[in-house]
């Protein structure tokens, strides 16, 4: 029998033992010669070689037949799953649909549900064999999870102080923000209102980590005014859940808006506010991978990626 010798199988190559595995199953070095595509007498060779390197013969050999030695039929044994193993494997994937690597994005729940499950759709429905990978997190947050490699790219509210000159971004949209009130309170629906007036009532707001929360506290500071909300949530639909049975005054996109109109009525502002922009950034150092770059095209498509 052959025994095991320490480091014995580091200097034999795969097509030794395949070139055993053919002339084992066919017992004739021609047929294996013909099924491998190769000359006979480098059939030969190889399982010499083999044979040398194990220290055993394989095969008794004659003029009339082969057959296998017992250290042969103990060698095939091991090796016969091995290589229907091997080849299990390659028929799976020769046959199966091709494998992408998953399409990885990090975004807020808002701007997932009301901006890029449309995109996702069309996506899946277009390229089925890649998997969609979505991280939700804020908008500040999602700018950590690029910088770790966690997401291929991120689509994010800007102005962002988290983004940084790592990183790379081009405008999608942009966007108004908007002040709403549940459609049967506050009996402001008509009126004008200025920053100040609206500090008189309780503001629902997203948490102070948010960009939204950092935007407007900045625009209220411009005018000489605190903004002290009256609750601070994490859900854009829970400030809307909220407002809508009278607990405040909420401010939102108008691209949440529009899915939410008979339930709220908007409030009129004396002051501009300033459009915001939904953004998608990515690490300009690193490759995308190719579902990425099919996905940038939905949102870029007349020449995908800016330059």
């Known amino acids: 029998m052959i025994k095991e010798r320490k480091g014995l199988f580091m200097d034999i190559s795969f097509e030794l ?16 010669s013909r099924q491998l595509y190769i000359s006979q007498s480098a059939v030969s060779q190889s399982i010499k070689s083999l044979e040398q390197k194990l220290g055993h013969p394989l095969f008794l050999r004659n003029t009339k037949k082969v057959a296998l030695t017992p250290e042969g039929e103990a060698l095939l044994r091991h090796v016969e799953p091995a290589v229907n193993l091997l080849y299990e494997g390659e028929n799976q994937l020769l046959n199966s649909p091709s494998v992408e690597a998953p399409l990885r994005i990090g975004a807020s729940d808002t701007i997932c549900r009301y901006f890029l499950v449309p995109y996702f759709q069309r996506f899946h429905r277009e390229y089925p064999n890649i998997r969609i990978k979505v991280t939700n997190a804020t908008s500040g947050d999602c700018v950590s999870l690029l910088q770790n490699n966690k997401v291929d790219f991120i689509v994010v509210n800007a102005p962002n102080t988290h983004l940084t000159s790592r990183e790379t971004w081009y405008e999608i949209r942009e966007f108004q923000d908007i002040f709403v009130a549940g459609k049967n309170y506050f009996a ?19 948490e102070k980590s948010s960009t939204t929360s950092e935007f407007f506290h900045q625009l209220f500071v411009r005018h000489g005014l605190s903004l002290s909300p009256e609750a601070e949530l994490s859900s854009n639909d829970l400030l809307l859940d909220l407002a809508r049975i009278g607990l405040g005054i909420t401010v939102v996109p108008d691209f949440v808006l529009a899915h939410q109109r ?13 459009k915001r922009q939904l953004v998608l950034a990515h690490n300009s150092q690193l490759s995308s991978s190719p579902g990425a770059e099919k996905f940038l095209h939905y949102l870029f498509p007349e020449a995908g990626m800016p330059e």
């Open 262 to 274: 008979e339930d709220f009525y908007k409030l009129e502002v004396q002051e501009t506010i300033p």
């Open 188 to 206: 402001l629906e008509g009126k004008k209102l200025s920053l100040s007036q609206l500090t008189e009532y309780p503001i629902l707001m997203l």
């Open 17 to 32: 033992y395949k070139v055993f595995y053919y002339v084992a199953t066919t017992l004739s070095f021609s047929q294996a």
